[in-house]
């Protein structure tokens, strides 16, 4: 390793085993599942979450209506579209219009989101054809 004086030091014994204690304590923190841990060799194990929980986490978070990037993105474009709105000519109308209407499919595409994530949490329950209601049909 280079010090700030330019000078070559040889690193400690112990380097490995206090970067791996540290990426532990890190991991246990933010609460990330490690691949392999001293807890997992002695024969302990954690519960692991479902991929399906994991994937509605990550659903979720894009879906988040605070802090979402989705969020962000129809943030910006409503900013836009109030900006372009107070601009003088129908442009300015036309394009505002349109970038409201953006914001509004996003808006949507956001619920469709949470929806998905917290059927991804939902336990899934098979249904059988013959539990299908039959199609009603209707005489014009």
Known sequence: ???????WHAPPADVLRRLTGEARRV????GLIAVR??????????????VSSQLASVVAQLADEQAGPLA???????????RI??????????????????AHRLHGIQQDLDTT???LVR???ATTPSAARPPVHRAL
């Open 1 to 7: 390793m280079v010090h700030l004086d330019g000078a």
């Open 27 to 30: 991991e246990e923190d933010l």
């Open 37 to 50: 841990t001293a807890s997992a060799a002695r024969g302990v194990s954690r519960p692991v979450p479902a």
């Open 72 to 82: 962000t993105v129809r943030g910006l474009v409503e900013h836009t579209a109030h």
């Open 85 to 102: 709105a107070c601009l003088p000519g129908a442009a300015g109308v036309d394009a505002a219009h349109r970038l409201e209407l953006i």
């Open 117 to 119: 994530a917290a059927d």
């Open 123 to 125: 336990p899934r329950v």
